[in-house]
């Protein structure tokens, strides 16, 4: 596959070294995904589940998509870093609003890497007894898995780097770029490249 | 492995104790160094080569071997883990390499944990 340089988009493309899915791929992949969530989840109205802030356009493209009856709510979690690990084990920082027992959930993923974070979401909210939990995940990384967690439907599966755009970001930047892509070592280090 | 007075393990470095508490944020079960793998014995049956993996994680049933290493100087360790491999097909295990581990220490926001793994060459991908 040839290598596909980043369309302009102001001043985050310079810091892009490579489109690893064009805008284009991921709605047609996005419109797929609905298809089968459709068939699946006719009739049951389902909640679908997101953890901000990352999954925000992938939710959004996808709802819109979704020719069905269904409910969205988002959750937050504070991540493992200097400032939240004084406070002990992982939180949520925002809980769903809709009570969830005996409800279908497709918890709605925009990347899965080690899937840390997930297996907790997941316990968390299977012990509120739904009657369904499956997985959606936009973007999966399955070499960097450390937790098996089973995915009921999955977009893309992508190597192993630090991609950034549609709603993935570092440092919360590249979040807007309407496609995916890699980020140039030296955005990464900090330092200049050579 | 060895336990410091609190109970905690001895840890080779700095990297596997940050790892160790990450698990621990996200309520991952972990053993330190438990199990060491023999990989060559001699003739006498005296063992020659071994490998223990730094993490198991019992939900999983998977070992975990961090490296530090830079890539080429990562052959030794490849070579241990294609052995691990053929002497022992049934056992999962995952070696997480030096640019895994920046790429998730970045992720979580521990810049300053990652900076010793930032090297160049570190961050080159294979073609």
Same mark, same amino acid.
């Given at each position: 596959?040839?290598?596909?340089?980043?369309?302009?988009?102001?001043?985050?493309?310079?810091?892009?070294?490579?489109?690893?899915?064009?805008?284009?791929?991921?709605?047609?992949?996005?419109?797929?995904?609905?298809?089968?969530?459709?068939?699946?989840?006719?009739?049951?109205?389902?909640?679908?589940?997101?953890? /901000?802030?990352?999954?925000?356009?992938?939710?959004?493209?996808?709802?819109?998509?979704?020719?069905?009856?269904?409910?969205?709510?988002?959750?937050?979690?504070?991540?493992?870093?200097?400032?939240?690990?004084?406070?002990?084990?992982? %939180?949520?920082?925002?809980?769903?609003?809709?009570?969830?027992?005996?409800?279908?959930?497709?918890?709605?993923?925009?990347?899965?890497?080690?899937?840390?974070? /997930?297996?907790?979401?997941?316990?968390?909210?299977?012990?509120?007894?739904?009657?369904?939990?499956?997985?959606?995940?936009l973007f999966n990384k399955p070499d960097k898995r450390l937790i098996d967690i089973p995915l009921r439907f999955i977009g893309f599966d992508i190597p192993d780097r630090f991609?950034?755009?549609?709603?993935?970001?570092? %440092?919360?930047?590249?979040?807007?770029?309407?496609?995916?892509?890699?980020?140039?070592?030296s955005v990464i280090s900090g330092k200049p490249g050579k | 492995m060895s336990n410091s007075e609190n109970g905690k393990p001895h840890f080779?470095?700095?990297?596997?104790?940050?790892?160790a508490k990450i698990l621990d944020y996200y309520g991952i079960d972990w053993v330190y160094e438990p199990r060491t793998f023999p990989l060559e014995v001699d003739a006498n049956g005296n063992l020659i080569e071994a490998f223990t993996p730094d993490f198991y994680l019992p939900q999983q049933d998977l070992y975990i071997e961090l490296t530090t290493l830079r890539p080429h100087l990562a052959r030794y360790k490849n070579r241990r883990m294609r052995l691990m491999q053929q002497l022992y097909p049934d056992v999962k295990i995952k070696l997480l390499k030096r640019r895994e581990l920046r790429d998730m220490l970045i992720k979580y926001g521990l810049m300053q944990e990652a900076e010793p793994i930032q090297g160049t060459q570190a961050q080159l991908r294979e073609p």
């Open positions: 596959m040839s290598r596909i340089l980043p369309p302009d988009f102001g001043e985050l493309s310079p810091d892009i070294s490579e489109v690893l899915f064009t805008a284009e791929q991921i709605q047609a992949r996005v419109l797929n995904l609905a298809a089968e969530i459709s068939a699946e989840y006719r009739d049951k109205n389902p909640v679908l589940v997101g953890v /901000l802030k990352g999954v925000l356009f992938f939710m959004a493209d996808l709802l819109q998509a979704l020719p069905i009856a269904a409910e969205v709510d988002f959750l937050s979690v504070a991540n493992y870093s200097n400032e939240s690990r004084s406070q002990g084990l992982v %939180r949520l920082v925002k809980d769903l609003e809709t009570p969830i027992e005996g409800r279908h959930i497709l918890f709605v993923e925009d990347v899965i890497d080690t899937g840390l974070t /997930l297996n907790y979401l997941l316990r968390t909210l299977q012990a509120r007894q739904p009657a369904s939990l499956e997985v959606c995940v991609v950034v755009g549609y709603g993935l970001d570092f %440092r919360e930047k590249y979040r807007n770029l309407p496609y995916v892509g890699s980020l140039k070592p | 080779a470095g700095p990297v596997e104790e940050t790892f």
